[in-house]
């Protein structure tokens, strides 16, 4: 068997189980092989009873000490017992297994394996496993691979299909040369693959994940180096200063911060000095990074070339377009837009018109990026939300015009340090100061049980004429279940507020057109609250929007729940975030106070680092377009810069020999970066 055949080939994968793996975008071997464990389950010893600590997976020994209890409690059946050990009891339930009743024996020994939860302030053993003394031991001190699943999918499944690629795929070629591998102490790829399925125990997973960790990184940097070789710093569009711009600055309707003016100040040096501008500017929610790229689209455009703004979503082009108009029509400016949900005939208009020149400035979404869109002088490609596309989305934009400029915005705070390395091939300003009009945003950490208070405030908000977000996590994001709560959660509010306070909502699943509709009811300012799950994250600006509220707060990393409350804050208002936490744990509370006690970006980063010593902080880009499947860049912060030292010390050609020793690796890179020909 080999890394590029299907999934078929595996024994004991049938036809139903291949689509189930395709729904994981699983299709070969090589797919599955890389589909990494998201968690471990470790067995470990048994525990004595007293001794058992709320939260953990925990094996017990005991003997049942009276009769098992079946009750009820709306559907669920419920069996609960008590088992007993030398040091204590504990009651141990089950929901839904009425046939362990007759199984359990009163008396007899047993090793039973689950969580540890407390209900009405005691301990409990929930749902747990049985084991014979011989299976248990079996698995003790080993580590469990946990996958990612879908319905229909069980980790037993994924489990053994892996096991069963492992042993028969014939050839892993090892592709770093053994002077890097030594320098750096890393494994070899065959061993690191099997220890990142099936490591024996912690040393073993962590050296596992190091080598593939650093493969990660390493093609990355060293795709960027090639992208580097192939830049031409000498621009074809060397733009003149226009004085058109400050006539521009003074009618807008707040006067530019510093920072804004500073970080223009370097776009417009790069565009009039010779160079191929290519460069990201970062700056935290809210900061105003949007008419910063406006100035420089209204300075091409005043050059007589066209710009190119592209963002993630349809409904933030649909207002960015209309933004962009409210700036720049007054000036004669043309601006268009591309999204994949305008009919074929609205698309082939705007593609002509691009095509002559009729229109200045396009915004749209990776709409863009088709083939047959075509420009007739493109000279600037903004990209917005930088984090949730990839380089190669950056580099198919550029090949639509003689090597334009490239600005890249972005709103995750990423340390300098490590943005240099990440972004390697790009000049980096930073945006570091809100508008003096803004007003901080107050924050509060809340139980459900603030449920009804929170809604009375609203109300008076909505009184004043304010709108509000209210965010509903995604359960399962490949699931149905996305749809139920926000649409559910929608129909209750209905029947909470007065039939004069119009509710509405947005999830992921509706098709491209409904949402923009529902989006552009809510910037109108006709919709009073709006149910979303978090595709409202990016880049939307409703300033008359005051309230947001995020139920179950706990389930988003912190990044996300910056972004999210970024939404609020941005007009001259008082603005409030409600965290509502649904789960009442020490650990969510005090990450969530982290947010609540700053509304700075990168502090919070920082903070949330020293939490958690690892961040699902940068959890906003993996969701985006997935750039690494293992690495973090912040645990990981020490092997990228090795992973870009070591890139830099072998030459282009030499790189690419390590490559072309490898199809799949070729293939991978080329879908991070676009077609870097090696
Ligand atoms: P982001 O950096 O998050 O993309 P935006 O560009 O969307 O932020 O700007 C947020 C809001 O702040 C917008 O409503 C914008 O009009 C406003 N804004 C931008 N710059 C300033 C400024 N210098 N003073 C006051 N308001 C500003
Ligand atoms: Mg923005």
Redesign the pocket.
């Known amino acids: 068997m080999r890394y590029e055949d299907s999934i078929r080939q595996i024994k004991g994968v049938g036809e139903k189980a291949e689509q189930r793996f395709h729904k994981l975008d699983i299709r070969t071997v090589g797919d599955l092989l890389e589909h990494y464990p998201r968690a471990y389950d470790e067995f470990h010893d048994i525990v004595k009873i007293a001794e058992a600590e709320e939260g953990e997976m925990t094996a017990l020994e005991g003997v049942i000490a009276g009769r098992p209890s079946l009750y009820s409690n709306g559907k669920l059946k419920i069996i609960s017992i008590v088992l007993q050990d030398e040091t204590g009891k504990i009651t141990v339930t089950w929901f839904n297994m009425p046939f362990l009743a007759s199984r359990l024996k009163m008396g007899t020994r047993y090793i039973m394996r689950g969580k540890i939860g407390r209900k009405n302030g005691k301990l409990v053993l929930e749902q747990p496993k049985l084991y014979s003394k011989n299976e248990f031991f079996k698995l003790v001190g080993r580590m469990h691979p946990i996958y990612p699943l879908t319905s229909g999918l069980t980790n037993h499944m994924v489990e053994k299909a892996v096991g069963e690629a492992l042993n028969s795929v014939e050839e892993v070629t090892e592709f770093l040369p053994a002077d890097l591998r030594k320098r750096q102490e890393l494994l070899g790829y065959k061993k690191a693959l099997h220890d990142i399925h099936f490591p024996k125990n912690q040393v073993e997973y962590r050296k596992a994940r190091k080598r593939l960790v650093f493969d990660e990184f390493f093609l990355y940097q060293a795709a960027l180096q090639a992208i580097r070789v192939r830049n031409y710093p000498k621009s074809m569009y060397v733009m003149e200063k226009k004085q058109e711009l400050e006539t521009f600055v003074q009618n ?1 309707p ?4 510093q920072a ?1 003016k500073k970080v223009y100040g370097e776009i417009e040096q790069d565009m009039t000095g010779g160079i191929t501008m290519n460069r990201l500017v970062q ?9 910063v790229a406006v100035m420089a689209l209204f300075l091409t455009v005043c050059n007589g070339a066209q710009g190119a703004f592209m963002v993630p979503t349809e409904v933030l082009a649909i207002q960015h377009k209309e ?1 962009l108009e409210a700036m720049l029509s007054s000036y004669g400016i043309r601006i268009g837009l591309l999204i994949g949900s305008m009919t074929a005939k609205e698309k082939r208009e705007g593609k002509e018109k691009l095509a002559s020149g009729e229109w200045d400035i396009v915004v749209g979404t990776h709409a863009i990026l088709q083939d047959n869109v075509e420009f007739a002088n493109l000279a600037l490609v903004i990209t ?1 939300e930088q984090h949730r596309f990839g380089v190669r989305q950056r580099e198919k934009l550029m090949e639509k015009g003689d090597v334009p400029h490239v600005l890249a ?1 972005s ?1 995750t705070p990423i340390p300098r340090t490590l943005a240099l390395v990440l972004y390697g091939d790009m000049d980096l300003s930073i ?1 570091d100061e809100l ?3 803004r007003l901080p945003i107050k924050n509060c950490v809340v139980g459900t049980d603030y449920r009804p208070q929170a809604y009375r405030f609203m109300k008076e908000q909505i009184d004043k004429g304010r709108q509000i977000y209210i965010i509903c996590p995604m359960v399962e994001e490949k699931d149905e279940v996305e749809l139920e709560s926000v649409t559910v959660y929608a129909e209750q509010l209905k029947s909470i507020f007065p039939p004069d306070i119009s509710i509405d909502f947005l999830h992921g699943k509706m098709k491209p057109k409904e949402k923009n509709e529902v989006m552009q009811h809510f910037v109108e300012g006709a919709t009073d609250i709006l149910v979303s799950t978090t595709v409202i994250e990016v ?1 939307i ?1 409703v ?1 008359n929007a005051t309230v947001m509220m995020i139920e179950n707060a706990e389930r988003f990393g912190l990044a996300q729940l910056h972004q999210l409350r ?1 939404r609020v804050g ?2 001259k208002e008082q603005s409030y975030c409600i965290l509502m936490y649904g789960k009442e744990s020490k650990e969510g509370k005090e990450r969530l106070s982290i947010l609540a006690g700053s509304n700075d970006g990168f502090e919070i980063a920082r903070q949330d680092l020293k939490l958690r010593g690892q961040g699902d902080f940068f959890g906003v880009m993996q969701s985006g377009d997935k750039l690494f499947s293992l690495a973090d860049i912040y645990e990981d912060a020490g092997l990228l810069k090795a992973a870009n030292e070591e890139a830099k010390r072998y030459a282009f050609d030499e790189v690419s020999m390590f490559y072309k020793k490898n199809r799949r690796l070729v293939e991978k890179l080329n879908s991070y970066m676009g077609n870097v020909s090696l």
């Open positions: 807008l707040y006067s530019l911060t804004q700056g935290d929610v809210g900061s105003g990074k949007t008419v933004s917005d915005m709103a945006m508008p003096a009009n880049g600006d300033p970024g941005r007009g």
